[in-house]
């Protein structure tokens, strides 16, 4: 991370400071002032929006004019509260410049003295300027001259503003005032009428530092047409000068310039892919580096592809200016998704179709007002139109990565598979167990941040060992993709990560994938490294619990994954793998049967896994003789225990359900249909499911189900107990249709 205070917000002062030509303009202003009359008078507008560098200007203009022995005095009118208060500070100012005191101006006032009368507050409400003189002499006139009373207005008005022309001889007085924007709207009319009125003297320059249409917008507050372009500034600006724009040579140096003091600057090949679309005003664009540099990444952690970083920049860029609307943005799935691949969809339509734009998800969350609409869309257009063919980190990721940076980049990860290969067998465990550990045990978040990270590095160790042209760098970089190997198999093994859930079935998913994608490579050298692989993803579900199992099987089923058409050795081992988890699936649906519902939630997306153990007959629960037999002994439970005798009824319910109902859960209805026809385990389940008595509304859905069942496997495998033949007579008298001449309280 940089220091942020590394790039200052502050103004510029001297021409070695310069970098965007703003001293050729002060510079151009200072010579038309020192060429001027010397009786001239001129009131001068800087124009330029916030942070474009009107006060870098001022600072500026000063520098030139003290280099030409003229006055300056800078005024900042938003402190001050008042207009008297504004130009008080303006005596002061000019007092202290000049090396005024008020004794001196008094030794001018005594020559007067048949003319002098005393100045009061009620005089100096009168006129502005005189209020600027009592501002110098403040309560010694009133104390030291109460005796002389009546000295003429139009003298009195003088006396000061004579004696400071007379200080200045040949020079001129330029007045710096900064940051008029900054001051109350309902204040600005009656400042700067006074600032015209009251100080519009010869040998005067004023120059405004303004931003008009922040001006000119609080001036419309307090009159409509003050508001309108240019209708009261014309009235007190004479010569207006826009600050001249930004050349994108002028840009580049600047940024350059801030660049270089950061200790850890960004990465300069991304920034310069974007500058077209950093800001040109100079403030925002430190602010845009002051963020980056205090955002927490730290560009030397990462590899130099591992991240997109032009990418990332203008994400952060978008988030600098626009935090509101970036947030809603990101929190917007599908409008992440749109930016993420927005290169590819940006294409031309083929010929002759027809070329309607696609919509682009982000806009409903860019900002109303034109310009900053504008602006965001700009952004988010950059980044959509990117290739997204480099880095390690998804849009989602990188827009977040200085809020969560990862714990280990591939840089790091890199340089602890080096550490690794380089460290005695018995101490390498103990270097990966310091490396998960937080403060006194191994870290969920550091233990599965290293597996994911070993696991991206894995897949490109081993396609660089594929693209090696000799044997040599092919097993150099085989070696490196068993060392990481072993790395996983150590997380898994010993740290846990699999059996303490600090994994489950996505990082699952991922390994498998990876697996499968190079299963293909089996001679030498890759033979050692394919058997290490099956090892760990053996291992991996052996050490983790249950549901892990559950889930990763329940994709499998769902989505064809891993690919079951894998050929040889692989194919051989996936099969063995998911017969492996489903056996202990099935002992685990045993061991519940008489604990716990197993069925519950067998209709969803996390109960397929349960759903093809139980109603498949290619399951292990009936293929394998020893589960087959449990299966019927655990029914005989029922009588004694409920819950194995509600898992009995709700086993025939769903079967039948599957079989002959509308099964719109797209269970396997072919192998369900089969099942139906195994007359031991329907018959055992029959007779879990009548042990006890069970209520009208079950007993009425157990006999349907017998219905359909009896066909199947015969009556003598259904046996009905006496209160069910009670229910099958009632509910058999109820379907008949009552005769007409039947009274209701008969039939009831």
């Not at 996390?606 to 139980?614: D, L, W, Y």
């Not at 009556?715 to 058999?732: H, I, S, T």
């Amino acid at each position: 991370m940089s220091d942020p205070t590394r790039v200052p917000d502050d103004a510029i002062s001297f021409e070695s400071e310069d970098f965007l030509g703003r001293s050729r303009f002060a510079e151009s202003l200072a010579e038309m002032i020192d060429s001027a009359d010397l009786d001239a008078s001129l009131r001068i507008g800087i124009y330029g929006g916030w942070g474009e560098g009107k006060t870098s200007v001022l600072r500026l203009l000063r520098y030139f004019l003290e280099l030409r022995k003229h006055v300056c005095v800078t005024i900042t009118p938003w402190a001050p509260a008042t207009k008297e208060e504004v130009l008080e500070k303006f005596i002061k100012e000019v007092a202290a410049e000049l090396e005024i005191t008020w004794f001196a101006i008094l030794r001018q006032w005594a020559k007067a003295l048949p003319l002098v009368v005393k100045i009061t507050r009620n005089v100096a409400a009168i006129d502005p300027r005189i209020k600027a003189a009592d501002a110098v002499l403040g309560d010694a006139v009133e104390d030291g001259f109460g005796w002389a009373a009546k000295i003429a207005q139009k003298q009195q008005r003088g006396i000061v503003l004579d004696y400071i022309n007379k200080k200045l001889a040949d020079r001129k007085l330029v007045v710096l005032i900064d940051d008029v924007d900054r001051v109350r709207p309902d204040q600005v009319p009656d400042l700067l009428l006074t600032l015209r009125e009251a100080l519009d003297q010869p040998k005067y320059f004023y120059v405004m530092a303004i931003a008009p249409e922040i001006v000119e917008h609080g001036l419309g507050l307090v009159n409509e047409k003050w508001g309108e372009p240019g209708t009261f500034l014309e009235k007190i600006i004479e010569l207006p000068r826009q600050l001249p724009s930004v050349t994108d040579e002028q840009h580049t140096v600047f940024i350059e310039k801030q660049l270089a003091r950061l200790q850890k600057p960004p990465v300069k090949d991304a920034l310069e892919g974007i500058r077209s679309f950093l800001p040109k005003n100079p403030r925002k664009l430190k602010i845009f580096l002051r963020s980056i540099a205090a955002l927490g990444v730290d560009v030397d952690r990462f590899d130099p592809d591992e991240v997109q970083w032009d990418v990332y920049y203008l994400f952060q860029l978008l988030r600098i200016e626009f935090p509101l609307e970036s947030t809603r943005l990101i929190a917007d799935a599908a409008a992440m998704h749109d930016l993420e691949i927005g290169f590819i969809t940006n294409g031309k339509p083929k010929q002759g179709a027809a070329a309607a734009p696609k919509p682009k998800l982000y806009e409903p969350h860019s900002p109303e007002e034109a310009s900053r609409k504008a602006r965001f869309n700009e952004i988010c257009d950059a980044i959509r139109k990117r290739p997204r063919w480099r880095g390690s980190y998804d849009l989602h990721k990188l827009a977040l990565l200085p809020d969560d940076p990862p714990h280990f980049t591939r840089k790091e990860a890199g340089q602890l598979v080096e550490r690794f290969m380089s460290t005695a067998e018995n101490k390498r465990g103990q270097l990966l167990d310091s490396a998960v550990s937080g403060h006194s045990e191994p870290s969920a978040t550091r233990a599965r941040a290293l597996f994911v990270t070993l696991l991206e590095l894995r897949g490109y160790f081993i396609g660089s060992a594929v693209e090696q042209p000799t044997d040599e760098l092919v097993n150099a970089e085989n070696a490196k993709a068993i060392a990481v190997t072993d790395m996983l198999r150590h997380l898994i093994d010993s740290v846990g990560i699999f059996a303490n859930e600090f994994v489950g079935a996505k990082e699952w998913e991922l390994l498998a994938e990876q697996v499968e994608k190079w299963a293909h490579f089996v001679t030498e050298p890759y033979a050692e490294l394919r058997a290490r692989e099956q090892t760990i993803l053996r291992l991996a579900l052996e050490t983790a619990p249950t549901t892990t199992v559950i889930a990763v099987l329940n994709k499998w089923d769902t989505a064809g994954f891993p690919r079951l058409e894998a050929e040889g050795d692989h194919q051989e081992f996936l099969l063995s793998l998911r017969n492996d988890m489903q056996i202990r699936l099935a002992v685990e649906l045993l061991d519940s049967f008489p604990k716990a519902d197993i069925f519950a939630g067998i209709y969803s997306a996390e109960g397929r896994a349960t759903a093809e153990i139980a109603f498949s007959t290619d399951s292990p629960l009936y293929r394998n003789p020893n589960l087959r037999e449990r299966l019927i002994k655990t029914t005989t439970e029922a009588k004694t225990n409920l819950i194995a005798q509600t898992n009995c009824l709700s086993f025939l319910s769903k079967l039948d359900y599957i079989v002959w109902g509308s099964n719109l859960s797209g269970f396997d209805r072919t192998s369900a249909e089969q099942l139906t026809r195994d007359g031991d385990v329907i018959g055992a389940l029959w007779l879990g499911a009548t042990a006890n008595p069970l209520q009208r509304r079950e007993a009425g859905g157990l006999l349907e189900t017998r219905s359909h069942l009896v066909e199947k496997v015969g009556e003598d495998r259904l046996p009905q107990p006496e209160w069910l033949k009670l229910y099958a007579k009632e509910f058999a008298r109820r379907a008949q249709p009552r005769r007409a001449d039947t009274p209701a309280t008969e039939e009831v």
